[in-house]
């Protein structure tokens, strides 16, 4: 069946500190639509904490889960990135960047250590989010003289759908989001009512 919903995260999360051996790990997740806004949150990052060593990240974007990118930022490889990855995998984020800034500590943790310090502060950042089902909506608009308002609010009302935006005049134009799953009966529903038009918006 096809999806028709995703999570992602509603806001920025507060910072989230995770120490191990002296290195400070610090956590953040960041809910985002396009890589220029994650770009935008590293730039901010590395301004913020111009004297850390490492700021790893990892992103995930699109409604099907589709994009995503990883970045060791000079740890070994697969040792950052790929852990951060998987926190966002594990709670099923995806339009979100988790970014974990390392401070280096004087020992080094081996790769093994730095994989479970950059997924405890990515799960800790996530932990620290308010985490949001979003629904995938298809668009449409109707199109209807003034007569039929009733007909069309009584459908609109029965099938709770999103009405976004609605023009009222003789001849009315209402914008509707309806979940993925429902477009297709909701599209031939209007359809088939008397004097309504139905367009993909």
């Not at 310090?117 to 800790?124: D, G, I, L, V």
């Amino acid at each position: 069946m096809e999806k028709d919903a995703y999570k992602t995260i509603l806001e920025a999360s507060p910072d989230s500190l995770y120490r191990e051996k002296g290195s400070k790990f610090i956590g953040y997740a960041f809910p985002v639509t396009d890589e220029d806004q994650v770009k935008q949150h590293i730039t901010q990052l590395k301004k913020v904490h111009y004297n850390a060593r490492h700021w790893c990240y990892a992103w995930q974007l699109g409604t099907s889960y589709e994009n995503y990118r990883v970045n060791d930022d000079g740890e070994p490889s697969n040792s950052a990135g790929m852990p951060i990855l998987g926190q966002l995998q594990s709670f099923h984020l995806t339009n979100t960047l988790i970014v974990v800034v390392r401070y280096f500590g004087g020992t080094k943790l081996g790769v093994g250590g730095l994989m479970q310090a950059y997924k405890t502060a990515a799960r800790m950042s996530i932990k620290s989010s308010k985490i949001v089902e979003k629904t995938i909506d298809a668009y449409f608009i109707l199109t209807f003289d003034y007569p039929e308002m009733n007909v069309v609010m009584r459908i609109i009302k029965e099938e709770k759908i999103n009405l976004l935006h609605q023009i009222m005049e003789l001849r009315c134009e209402f914008k509707l989001a309806v979940r993925k799953k429902e477009a297709e009966r909701i599209f031939n529903l209007f359809q088939n009512t008397y004097k309504v038009s139905i367009k993909q918006a």
